[in-house]
């Protein structure tokens, strides 16, 4: 299974972004608090239901939104395709 696309929404420090990763290897780089560990943490979410840093979901979410939104496309074999998609809310600005 392969993650076609991204887009990341109010997780931690990613206000929002959009991706389409290459084909093998993708490489994250940048500066200490750039997201590089949110962006990492919004795959594991999208893929699991759950934070690998956290055991409360809505600490992720953004400090300035009420929700966190990430959902992706997946190549489930080379013919078919699959939306999928996580959302939480709950948080009090």
Known sequence: MALISL???SVRNICEVAIKPT???N????????????FLEAIFLLGRGRSFRTPNIRDTINYDSKEFVVSGEVNCDD?????I?????????
Do not use: D, R, T, Y
């Open 79 to 83: 013919k078919n395709f699959s939306q």
């Open 23 to 25: 084909n093998g290897i």
């Open 27 to 38: 490489l994250i780089i940048g500066k200490n608090g750039c997201g590089k560990s949110a």
């Open 7 to 9: 887009n990341i929404k």
């Open 85 to 93: 998609g996580i959302k939480v809310g709950g948080k009090k600005i």
